[in-house]
């Protein structure tokens, strides 16, 4: 992998790079907030939270074109989804309950998108993204839009062990479609370890048996991650398939904060997975010379300056009013039943 | 012309949505040049290459990739090989097709076939009723055609429908049921129709369970005179209460009838709405009359009374009559 790290164009990468490490430490300061107003008792519902893991899902995100490929981000992506383009306003009128929020009150926190935009809103069954982000790219395919676009969806180590990621990544090979699957192998799920979870030495494996290309790549390494899903996207691009991509970290929150993850080894903690993928990032970016120390700085009073504007805006807002809500759960009013 | 069965109006129905509309593709387990375990898709994949799609056994994953597809745009008609499989997509069907317009404001205009209902020697798994089931979900239509007129133009309006729909069809219909034609008066989804009037006694039922009931009725119009109506429900959800209620009054007298499970339900509803909207217009207490609470007999034998039959309908209502 260190050999292929060198190959990255620094002058055609350079930007990407920025953009991607931008991501990750807006998503970082934006849930730090977040896991205050939680604490300060300003969220309706839970917060959950992808500390650890911001350059697997911002480096996979950022290789997606809004407009023409498909995103489905999982709990755990609010940096794929600052990638992908979605507002920060977004984010916190969901988690604020603001009414004007994309998902009006109706659904929360991470359960939100914009389908109509290449963003699913996802549904909490793990999984259960893999076959719908698979049926949109053969929409694409009958409407022959599909040419160069790719769908990508980010799961994590439990997921592997739902009938959902099988079928659901057995259907997009059998339908060769441009499917980026990553598997964020952080080590837990919820509270399980990886040793309750599967048997298998590697979940990379699993892509032989899907007859798909399988990519591992330290998930605490930016621009190994970068690379990775360069390749993985361009390859789906290409007309190759889906793409098996597993990055291995830990998680470096809780479930969710109402957990403090104190199950959690301390030998794996302490461990090369332990490592914090920002503070890699940092360190990579000064050291090839993709950004200064400072600018790293004015980034970060730059998003703290955007998430701190995209609170205030939500906290002003009113939340859903069950007396103007419409309670429509089908778009032809005729087939609603109104008891 | 020939006639046209049951089968006929669903293969038909599917062949002039893909004519008149390129976004309409169909999706299932040998569906393609085998032409689906009961035909309905026969030469299609010829007629419209690239839009009959065979799946893998993933029932999960075909509701996921149709309803993918459906946000994207296209108008996917799943079949499910039989309802009863159905289940194994459960998850994506009340969880992401039933919830996605209510969530997003965008819809998911997809149209799930489901073969349905007993025919003797099926089974336990390949018998079963999922109407009430889906139906319990809000943001699912759900539909229950009896005729082949209907099997056809309900059809038609469901692929049209920007809305999931579960189509629920009848396998003991597919090749018994026959008409000299598909036209029929068309009514739209969420409508109910009197299928035929009476005075003494309302039968409120859908799919095969129509016919069975106008066996009844004509028993029962033999035997004593008896004028017994039978309301044919056509879609269970949204489900056409104005219907069951006149219905009611004019006759005093409700059994609710199916073939499904007799737990909650279809005909739980239609008996919880009348009681709760037409109390006093009934003379007698509402009747239910369902399968049998075992799972689907294999045995024709066994089948034939796990499921209501004329006589069975016949003496519930020879019952509810004299009260």
Not at chain 1, 223 to 231: F, G, H, K, S
Not at chain 2, 29 to 51: H, S
Not at chain 2, 55 to 77: F, N, Q, T, Y
Request: proline share 5%.
């Amino acid at each position: 992998m260190d050999d292929n790290i060198k190959d990255l164009d620094q002058t055609s990468g350079r930007d990407h790079v920025r953009r991607v490490f931008n991501a990750m430490l807006t998503a970082r300061v934006l849930e730090n907030k977040l896991g205050s107003l939680y604490k300060a008792g300003k969220i309706v519902g839970g917060v959950y939270l992808g500390k650890g893991q911001e350059a697997v899902s911002a480096s996979m995100a950022s290789c997606l074109v809004k407009g023409k490929d498909v995103y489905a981000p999982l709990i755990r992506d609010q940096a794929g989804r600052t990638a992908f383009g979605e507002e920060l306003i977004d984010c916190t009128r969901t988690y604020l309950g603001s009414v004007k929020g994309p998902m009006r009150g109706r659904d929360g926190n991470i359960h939100r998108g914009r389908p109509a935009e290449g963003m699913l809103a996802m549904i909490s069954h793990l999984g259960a993204a893999i076959p719908v982000v698979a049926g949109m790219l053969l929409a694409k395919r009958l409407k022959g839009e599909l040419d160069g676009a790719v769908g990508a969806t980010c799961v994590g180590d439990g997921c592997t062990s739902t009938g959902a990621f099988h079928e659901g990544l057995n259907t997009a090979a059998v339908e060769k479609l441009p499917l980026v699957l990553t598997v964020a192998n952080n080590q837990y799920a919820y509270s399980t370890p990886n040793d309750r979870q599967f048997a298998c030495a590697d979940l990379v494996d699993k892509a032989i048996g899907y007859g798909v290309r399988g990519h591992s790549v330290d998930g605490t390494d930016m621009l190994a991650c970068i690379q990775v899903m360069q390749q993985a996207t361009a390859r789906a691009r290409a007309g190759e398939g889906p793409q098996l991509v597993v990055a291995s970290m830990l998680r470096l929150t809780g479930h969710g904060e109402h957990d403090d993850g104190s199950y959690v080894d301390a030998a794996l903690r302490s461990s090369e997975l332990g490592r914090d993928s920002i503070e890699v990032g940092i360190k990579q970016l000064v050291e090839g010379g993709f950004a200064s120390v400072e600018e790293v700085e004015q980034w970060q009073d730059d998003a703290a300056k955007r998430v701190q504007e995209a609170v205030a805006i939500a906290q002003k807002e009113d939340g859903p009013n069950p007396y103007k809500d419409d309670w429509m759960a089908y778009s032809n009013a005729e087939m609603q039943m109104q008891r | 012309m020939s006639d046209v069965t049951y089968i006929d109006a669903i293969h038909a129905a599917l062949d002039e949505s893909m004519g008149q509309d390129p976004s309409v593709f169909l999706y299932g387990q040998d569906i393609g040049k085998f032409g689906g375990a009961f035909k309905a898709t026969k030469g299609l994949q010829e007629k419209y290459p690239g839009r009959v799609l065979d799946a893998p056994i993933s029932e999960d994953a075909m509701a996921g990739m149709a309803i993918g597809a459906a946000i994207e745009g296209a108008r996917p008609v799943l079949e499910m090989q039989f309802a009863d499989f159905s289940s194994v997509a459960f998850n994506q069907i009340v969880n992401q097709a039933a919830t996605h317009y209510y969530r997003t404001g965008v819809p998911v205009p997809l149209t799930m076939r489901l073969p349905s209902g007993g025919t003797p020697g099926s089974g336990p798994f390949h018998s079963q009723s999922m109407e009430s089931i889906y139906a319990h979900y809000p943001g699912l239509v759900v539909v229950t055609p009896a005729t082949v007129s209907d099997a056809y133009s309900m059809l038609l309006d469901s692929i049209e429908l920007n809305d999931p729909v579960i189509y629920c069809e009848h396998k003991f219909l597919y090749r018994w049921l026959k008409s000299k034609d598909l036209s029929g008066d068309r009514l739209p989804i969420g409508q109910a129709r009197i299928t035929r009037p009476g005075k003494h006694a309302t039968v409120v039922t859908y799919s095969a369970m129509v016919h069975e009931a106008v066996r009844a009725a004509e028993m029962l119009q033999k035997d004593g005179g008896w004028e017994i109506e039978v309301v044919d429900l056509r879609s269970v959800k949204p489900l056409d209460t104005d219907t069951i209620i006149a219905s009611v009054a004019r006759t005093g007298r409700l059994l609710a009838l199916g073939e499904a499970f007799p737990w909650g339900g279809v005909t739980a509803e239609v008996v919880s709405r009348v009681c709760a909207d037409g109390f006093h217009l009934l003379d007698a207490p509402p009747v239910r009359l369902n399968a049998k609470d075992t799972p689907i007999p294999y045995h024709p034998k066994l089948w034939s009374s796990h499921r209501p039959t004329p006589e069975s309908i016949a003496e519930e209502l020879r019952k509810l009559l004299a009260y």
